[in-house]
């Protein structure tokens, strides 16, 4: 599974990128836009084709997803630990970790948690610089939710990070910062699948 997370601040053209990214084999995308207000939330998701909808995790603005067929939810850290999930435990929601031991220790209600950082940050400068993530995933012991990889990954060690048994990926500084981000993304899931 690769899954893209926008960039936090809107970018030209990001819409289209975003509809040409599902149509060459995007599995989701993480509306992640925390500076946005509803109205701006909403022209947003009504310029991606209406056929990917259902391929759309939202982040904030949950209120939008009935009338977009959107049924996926992604809560931070900090809203897990406040219990903000509680009320969409019928929905397919996932979560964000930064070590193995907090992974461990999620329920089946998560379809899957980011961790990260698994190589120092592409999109933040500095973070993720001694991670050991990628090694502590070997100590996964939680079959129930699915782990995806998060922080530095780009085409050139994504099949480095499938190998050490992730479930998937998720991209965002490889994708946004490229001056070709389709071209990467397509080199990222030609390395996947080879």
């Not at 995308?29 to 209406?50: A, G, V």
């Not at 931070?76 to 461990?104: C, G």
């Not at 933040?124 to 939680?142: A, C, H, M, Q, V």
Request: charged share 25%; proline share 3%.
């Amino acid at each position: 599974m690769i899954i893209v997370i926008t960039p936090e601040e809107m970018m030209n053209n990001e819409t289209e990128l975003i509809n040409e990214l599902f149509q060459e084999g995007l599995d989701l995308l993480h509306i992640r836009k925390p500076f946005i207000n509803s109205e701006e939330m909403t022209d947003f998701i009504q310029n991606i084709n209406s056929e990917f909808h259902q391929q759309l995790v939202l982040h904030s603005h949950y209120d939008l997803a009935k009338n977009f067929n959107i049924s996926r939810f992604h809560f931070r850290e900090i809203d897990r630990q406040h219990d903000l999930f509680k009320s969409f435990t019928d929905k397919m929601i996932s979560t964000s970790v930064h070590d193995i031991e907090t992974f461990n220790r999620l329920n089946e209600d998560w379809e899957y948690s980011f961790i990260s950082p698994v190589f120092p940050s592409i999109s933040k400068k500095g973070y993720g610089e001694n991670s050991t993530i990628l090694n502590d995933i070997k100590k996964r012991d939680n079959s129930n939710v699915k782990v995806i990889a998060l922080g530095g990954i780009n085409e050139k060690n994504i099949s480095e990070v499938f190998e050490s048994g992730v479930d998937g990926v998720a991209l965002l500084g490889a994708i946004w910062e490229s001056d070709e981000p389709l071209n990467i993304f397509k080199k990222c899931r030609q390395n996947v699948l080879s």
